[in-house]
């Protein structure tokens, strides 16, 4: 089970580069979230924003955090990448189906939009389901310990 989560099917750097951009943008939207970083409100303000504002239970705001959070860090290193993208996966079909959604595909380059569309989620989607199936390439700890759990 382990060497599952672990093993990466390619030595492509340009899936490590893919995997790298992906864990930076989303380091910046969990730290934001966790850290109160970048402007954001921390770990407390964002889970009375999500419990309260949103009505997110409990549980589940805590998931979205650490998602964003720890999983950008794991995508960062490839460290469990295939579990972090699933995280960030999850994030992101929420987000969709709770806020994005009504406001139709396009983001809000106007200004003339209530709110943001969801085209860049759908993009986040497709690089996540990538690294999902193919793994974390070639710079990684996730190649170093599928190496290491095939010997």
Request: net charge positive.
């Amino acid at each position: 089970m382990f060497r599952k989560l672990v093993v990466t099917n390619n030595n492509d750097y340009a899936t490590s580069i893919l995997r790298l951009v992906l864990g930076v943008i989303f380091f910046g939207h969990g730290a934001q979230k966790m850290l109160g970083w970048f402007g954001g409100c921390g770990y407390s303000g964002t889970m009375g924003f999500f419990t309260g504002v949103m009505h997110i239970p409990t549980l589940f705001a805590f998931l979205a955090i650490a998602a964003e959070f720890f999983g950008s860090i794991g995508l960062i290193f490839g460290f469990f990448t295939r579990i972090a993208g699933f995280g960030i996966l999850s994030n992101m079909l929420v987000a969709i189906a709770m806020v994005h959604q009504r406001f139709g595909f396009f983001m809000n380059w106007t200004g003339l939009q209530k709110g943001e569309g969801y085209e860049y989620h759908l993009l986040v989607l497709a690089l996540a389901v990538y690294l999902m199936i193919r793994g974390a390439g070639a710079v990684s700890v996730d190649r170093l310990l599928s190496a290491e759990a095939s010997l």
